[in-house]
């Protein structure tokens, strides 16, 4: 996370006293991703609900998004010039709320109202009620478009912030990914990233016992995007297509391969663990295993 | 007397608020009827095509909004309805400051027929919070309200019509319209006609007729469905008695609606809704099909008759 350090300034792009890119090294990032792996299962089991295995196939993403590049500050979350990210699979919103407490916009206390009546963290992520939540989402397939009139807004006042939109396998299912995609690339917006967490799984099975998906990278690039393919639970590799998206004319695509449920050996490639909280004995398991 | 067309006034007014450099435009291969077309000829770099793709649109000018700029979209009314879903939750729930039009609403629109003639938008968008829901009657209307937007704290749709009908207003008139607040453009005691969109030409003559009868009728233009004057209904209807409703729209939740909900919640009066029967449209002429849907003067003054007689005094 880069560190706007003075909002009225003009020159406020400055990195700051917190770590940069630079300065963490990959092994500090899977620390903070194991550190919110756990947060996510927390947050479910309390909550006795919620999106366990998206939420941890999509946590080492945003943990290299925040960890690395991302230019925001915790003085100011809705200030104009920040980077944005879209999580538009909202309901992986305990990866949001963890990584969100992980880099200072929530408190601890924060996580302990996930899903709780008039709490902070609502059941899917939303604008209104997190500070440095850029998105209401929790409906599937809007994202990308809400990502692109952002960046449309930014390239016509030739502002630099940079918009990450993250989106599920299954989500792209949805028409409107595909009219965005398409609108993205006809209007030459390049400071857009779209992050595929391609985790294989929705939520009643696998993704191709739904709706086959075929080849995901040649349709991403027969609209016209520019395509890496990675392990997305391999951070050396998640930071090094973060860069490569960034130094690229865009618009770019990261199709990450991820587990659902990563981490939690009996959560992992299990489709009844894409909406259900573990019981007692699962979660002891669980804690133990990211211990 | 002039004729013009409500959609008019929409293209009119993206002109005039053009000189506000946060004032952005969006189209989905309908800015030539919705007339935002005006706007793209001299402000080309702040239009925008979406193509015939609604759906990203809606989230497209969320944001946009979300950026601080003011996003403009429009395509026809029926189309705005493919994405309701995107405006229920990705502009009315985090409530964005988009303006929304839809055009061609009503059976009025004419011979494209029903797939084409929304009878519902004014229904399904008044259900959502923080929308803000508009029918003006005429050009010089619309122009002012859409103008008005550019200052206001919701998220909006407007409707407007195809066809020309009777102008309402004179320019000045036009201007001291305000969103929320019925226009009440004729005075009596005997009964009220609250009327929007082409209707309230409509509701103008029935209340010409009815007046060589001996009734005297008040006349009031709802160009705000959302919200809702109770105020000014509740006083109306305490004056009157009698109410009735006239609208190019299902009488189901819509104009007919709203004055059901106020009237039943704060002063109990007789009403006879004019309006389409809970069916769908066909191609036609306008008139022909105003006609046929009994959207018409001599039906007004019908239900005018049928509001005062229920009236007990």
Redesign the interface.
Known sequence: MRIIKDPSSKNSMMTGAEPTCEQRTVEDLQAIAKGCRREIVKMVKRANAGHPGGSLSVIDLLVGLYGTTLRVTTKDPKH?DRDRVILSKGHASPAMYSVLHAFGFIQESDLHTYRVYNGVCQGHV???WTPGV?F?G??L???L??????????K?DSKDHFTWVILGDGECQE??IW??A??TV??KVENLTVIVDVNGIQNDDFVDQQMVMGDLSAKWAAFGWKIKEIDGHDMAEICSAINWSKEMVGPCVILARTIKGKGVSFMENNPSFHGKAPDDEEFEQAMGELA | MTLAASRDGYGAALLDLAEDERV?VLEADLGKSTKSCLFRAEYP??T????I?E???????????????I?FASTFAIFTERGF??VR??IA???LKVHLCGSHGGIHTGTDGSSAQSIEDLAIYRTLPNMTVMHPCDDLSTKALTKALVNHENPSYTRTARNKTKRIYTEEESKLLEIGKFSIIREGKDVAILACGVMVAEALDAAENLSKEGIQATVIDVHTLKPFDHETMTSIAQKCGAIVTAEDHSIIGGLGGAVAESLANNHPTPLEQVGVEDVFGMSGQPAELMEHYGLTMSNIVKSSHKAIARRTS
């Open positions: 104009p939303d604008s209104k850029d209401s929790g409906s397939g809007m994202g478009s809400y990502g692109l009139g952002i960046s449309l807004a930014a016509m028409g409107e009219e965005a398409m609108a006809h209007h | 952005v770099n702040r925008f095509s979406m193509g793709a759906q990203n649109m809606m989230l497209v000018v969320a944001g946009i909004a979300s950026t601080g700029k996003p879903e995107q939750n990705g729930r985090p409530n």
